[in-house]
């Protein structure tokens, strides 16, 4: 195989293991927010639970789907 087509298939690894992870965070933060509902509704004065679980998913949100980590990565080699 050529390095054209290796490096292909790196990338379209790349792409797939990344989809995997940003659908398997949505799906986290609906169940989150689903309970963080129902623990609103049912027991408003639990707002400690409330609170850890806002901070929880600002986390994931940030993580993964805001790319902060690339601001911060050294600049890629322009080819």
Excluded: C, Q
Aim: negative net charge.
């Amino acid at each position: 195989m050529d390095e054209k087509a290796i490096d292909n298939n790196e990338m379209e690894a790349r792409k797939l293991e990344a989809f995997r992870v940003g659908a398997g965070v949505l799906i986290l933060l609906a169940v989150m927010t689903i309970g963080e509902f129902w623990i609103g509704a049912v027991a408003s004065a639990w707002w400690a639970p409330l609170l850890s679980i806002a901070v929880l998913k600002a986390f994931f949100v940030m993580r993964d789907y805001m790319h902060l980590p690339r601001l911060f990565a050294p600049e890629e080699a322009e080819e």
